[in-house]
């Protein structure tokens, strides 16, 4: 007979409020990421505000609202940080309320091991099977290593949570688990669809040549990447792969056109690997159960040793911008910060390394601020923006217009490369900047 865990689950179950009570005043609080925000524990820690002074609460990619950052303008009660900003935290950072933490993912772990302080990790995870496990769902890629290093674990029970099968780490065994909280939840929404636009479409039909049958992808999010997926959806590439930071509707896509097999992978064959998952109720179930999927912590999907593995490793991500000499800007625009480095740098090191790999950053070539002026991506040169891809990193450059290769490329080159996908409206201004700067051959093409 197989041991009863009904008994301890019951000596561990307890309400959102009784749970919260273990927060003291300086501590430092983790609510992991994406569907692993624990909503109850959330709101019960925000009532508790008028008793504590100075708790720092770490996340990423959380949809809002987020309680204990709404609730304290002043922040001498709570401060919350994040990883990697969804377009909640974006607003959340405009206002103040919210701090970035400088980083990249295949790191994660590591920085929870030997840098950071736990006190207490509460983490949203799906019902607790017949063995004892609580399932981390999409939130596998980063849940188990905070986890691991927290003084105190309370595990929020989500009933709607998909279970994802996984490499390692996709699950929290009771016997490591402090308190267990309960209550009804509302079903996930999904996040808003972002609807490829035409110029989406353009970029993704130039990149599209450059990805071959067995061919294995990592998307970003965004616009750009859903139509990659939409196109390739309707291409003849066959027998695609997935190793990825961020499971997508994308891959779903692909999946359901049959082009997404993961046969020709050469690690983890036959299983697409992701390390979270933000989408649509259909993308939730899909993983849902499904043996074809596996998540792995994001010291795994993103070591760009392991992503050098996979043969035609393919990554495809955005910027905000781009300069003259190839330093890329992905995670803010000027000081402001939009996103986060994620993986970006990643997947640039490990694709590069792949036999036959393919790294993509992509991007508009122009964009329009609040006054209808329109403004080149491609930048003479940063002054005091930040840097997300050092110039010695960037591989493949896409917009509308044309992709460049910048590896191994001078100073000129690439000042000629760049310009010649920049708007065609901007390009005589960078001519100009260029040869200001010393990296314009007078034998370069106009």
Request: negative net charge; proline residues 4%.
């Amino acid at each position: 007979m197989l041991y009863d865990f009904h008994t301890e689950y019951e000596s561990k179950l307890t309400t959102p409020e009784e749970a919260v009570k273990v927060v003291k005043s300086g501590d430092w609080i983790d609510y992991t990421s994406c569907l692993g925000k624990p909503v109850l524990l959330d709101r019960a820690l925000a009532k508790r505000k008028e008793e504590l002074y100075d708790v720092k609460i770490r996340g990423n990619l959380i949809a809002g609202p987020i309680a204990v950052a709404e609730c304290d303008i002043s922040q001498e009660h709570f401060v919350y940080h994040s990883w990697h900003c969804s377009s909640y935290e974006r607003k959340l950072c405009d206002r103040g309320l919210c701090y970035y933490i400088p980083m990249v993912f295949h790191n994660n772990a590591a920085y929870y091991e030997f840098f950071l302080k736990v006190n207490v990790v509460m983490v949203s995870v799906s019902p607790m099977d017949k063995h004892g496990y609580f399932n981390f769902s999409v939130n596998t890629g980063v849940a188990a290593p905070i986890t691991r290093m927290a003084d105190i674990v309370i595990v929020e029970v989500n009933e709607h949570l998909p279970k994802v099968h996984g490499g390692y780490d996709e699950c929290i065994h009771i016997s490591e688990v402090d308190y267990i909280v309960e209550g009804e939840h509302e079903p996930f929404m999904g996040s808003k669809a972002i609807l490829p636009t035409d110029t989406d479409r353009k970029i993704a039909e130039k990149i599209l040549p450059y990805i071959v049958d067995g061919a294995t992808l990592q998307l970003g999010i965004g616009s750009m990447p859903n139509a990659l997926g939409e196109l390739i959806a309707e291409s003849d590439i066959k027998d695609l792969g997935m190793h990825t930071e961020l499971c997508s509707d994308a891959y779903l896509s692909m999946y359901k056109a049959g082009k997404l097999t993961n046969r020709r992978k050469k690690i983890d064959r036959g299983k697409g690997v992701f390390g979270c998952a933000v989408g649509s109720p259909e993308l939730y179930e899909w993983v849902d159960d499904n043996h074809g999927i596996a998540a792995y912590p994001l010291e795994y999907v993103n070591r760009p040793g392991v992503i050098a593995q996979i043969d035609n490793m393919v990554s495809i991500n955005s910027c905000v911008s781009v300069d003259l000499y190839g330093q890329v800007a992905a995670e803010s625009s000027g000081s402001r910060q939009i996103s986060g480095t994620g993986g970006q740098l990643d997947f640039l090191i490990g694709a590069s390394a792949s036999h036959g790999g393919k790294a993509f950053i992509c991007m508009s070539s122009i964009y329009k601020d609040k006054e209808g002026v329109y403004h080149s991506r491609v930048r003479p040169q940063f002054d005091g923006d930040i840097i997300t891809s050092p110039r010695s990193q960037v591989y493949f450059l896409a917009t509308e217009y044309g992709v460049i290769n910048l590896e191994g490329r001078s100073t000129w080159e690439r000042a000629e490369g760049l310009i010649s996908i920049a708007h065609p409206d901007f390009r005589e201004e960078l001519i100009r900047e260029a040869e200001k700067r010393k990296i314009w051959r007078r034998s370069n093409k106009h």
